[in-house]
């Protein structure tokens, strides 16, 4: 299985901007979809943003378009989340999540889909 780090959390203004990074161990990354998913206390873990194992092709909660863009490089085993205009709503702990299964579905947004999950991050975004 593919193991998982997400790092880049932090306390920051709303309105402001983070940018939230995954490094994935093994050999096995490029052939993944990845995604990010979040959870607070109050709400069940929810869907985010994914990415096909190309790259090509991507997919958003309509909660987070238009304001996050999930990215990827391969040679460097990492998926990037990058989240500008952040709101109050958007605080969370952030899970990134592997899909090596149908990596090349844009989208599938449910728990299941994913095989590996990371430690999370927390974000908070105060108003």
């Known amino acids: 299985q593919v193991q998982l780090v997400e790092s880049g959390g932090g306390l920051v203004q709303a309105g402001g901007s983070l940018r939230l990074s995954c490094v994935a161990s093994g050999r096995t990354f490029s052939n993944c979809a990845m995604a990010w998913f979040r959870q607070t206390p109050r709400k069940e873990r929810e869907f985010v943003a994914r990415?096909?194992?190309?790259?090509?092709?991507?997919d958003y909660a309509d909660s987070v378009k238009g304001r996050f863009t999930i990215s990827r490089d391969n040679a460097k085993n990492t998926v990037y989340l990058q989240m500008n205009g952040l709101k109050p709503e958007d605080t969370a702990v952030y899970y990134c999540?592997?899909?090596?299964?149908?990596?090349?579905?844009?989208?599938?947004?449910?728990?299941?889909?994913?095989?590996?999950w990371g430690q999370g991050t927390q974000v908070t975004v105060s108003s």
């Open positions: 990415i096909t194992w190309g790259g090509f092709s991507t």
């Open positions: 999540a592997a899909d090596p299964v149908f990596p090349a579905a844009t989208s599938r947004s449910y728990l299941g889909a994913y095989t590996s």
